[in-house]
């Protein structure tokens, strides 16, 4: 069983960059797809990014290509999210979350996805 714990939330000004991070622990990073997932106020988590085992599949929320980034280092058992020229509406608590997969494939369904972390509280201001 891995265990997720993200960081790198905070203030930001719109226009300004975050880098989120997550380290794994307890298991391979290696075996699980892992993507980010965000959650507003009274909305719904919605699917960010994911990126497959390997690394050789990515996907991103069709509005947010462009500005915010993937990356992850296996041997570090770490996954990032770089995000840039945030706005307002990028405001939420962010969720990085491991998909065990056998297949070089991103989900973006959130019931797909097998552990969580606890989250990190994005918050840009206009």
């Known amino acids: 069983q891995v265990q997720l714990v993200e960081s790198g939330g905070g203030l930001v000004q719109a226009g300004g960059s975050l880098r989120l991070s997550c380290a794994a622990s307890?298991?391979?990073?290696?075996?699980?797809?892992m993507g980010w997932f965000r959650q507003a106020p009274g909305k719904e988590r919605d699917f960010v990014a994911g990126m497959s085992r390997r690394g050789l599949t990515t996907h991103y929320a069709g509005s947010l290509a462009g500005r915010f980034t993937i990356s992850r280092d296996n041997a570090k058992n770490m996954v990032y999210l770089q995000m840039n020229s945030l706005k307002p509406e990028d405001t939420a608590v962010y969720f990085c979350a491991a998909d065990l997969s056998l297949m070089e494939m991103v989900s973006s369904i959130a019931d797909e996805y097998d552990y969580w972390g606890q989250g990190t509280q994005v918050t840009v201001s206009s």
């Open positions: 307890g298991g391979t990073l290696s075996s699980y797809t």
